[in-house]
């Protein structure tokens, strides 16, 4: 059995037992949400498609993580005006674990295994080689990056734990236009990534462009 959901403006096809990102949502990582917004049942040969929506029929599923997608980056240019401009988006996004169809008729799909769910530090799972993946800070990017490790700044908790102006003053010394860089808010933002707490490191940086508040 399968089902057509919409939520977040899309429309998903989703089978029990199977995982799916979608726009992200308010609840707790753990938690069941149960979606009701089902466009149609599918069921072997037999297909029931709603008006728009199929009475009854519902999906449920479990609140796995909460993380953003890649960086999308934006840039702006005018000819002969001199004008350029940088953004970067990282748009959020929901893991769900689809547990169980129904079809609104009695018959229900249930996933054979159950929902695993990630240690809360999972959620921040940009770590390689005991490093992570500091261009996720807004207004980081990669060769900023490769400063900030060069000057044993290579994780998350190291870059919480830095000051601005001494962040500032590394940048200077490595050359380059990269002391036109604002660190102000990426002790911040590392902290929030540290911690696992996405959903508060989105709201953060939909308020930054290139790492400075709007």
Known sequence: MYAVIKTGGRQFRVVAGEKIKIEQIAADVGQEVVIDQVLAVGNGSEL??????????????????????????????????????????????????????????????????????????????????????????????????????????????QLAAAKADDITAMLKASGGRFSLANPASWAEQAALLRDGKMAEFKALTDALVGGVKK
Do not use: C, W
């Not at 988006?89 to 996933?111: C, M, N, P, W």
């Not at 159950?114 to 940009?126: E, H, S």
């Open 48 to 157: 029931m498609l709603g008006t728009p929506l199929v009475s009854g029929a519902t999906v449920t599923a479990t609140l796995l993580s909460h993380g953003l997608f890649d960086k999308v980056h934006i840039f702006k240019m005018r000819r002969r005006k001199h004008y350029q401009k940088r953004q970067g988006h990282r748009q959020g996004y929901t893991e769900l674990f689809i547990a169980a169809i129904t079809d609104g008729k009695g018959g229900v799909s249930k996933a054979a295994t159950a929902a695993v769910i990630p240690a809360p530090k999972a959620l921040a799972a940009t770590s390689k080689g005991g490093k992570d993946n500091l261009e996720v800070i807004e207004g980081i990017g990669p060769k900023i990056a490769k400063v900030l490790v060069e000057g044993g700044i290579a994780t998350f908790a």
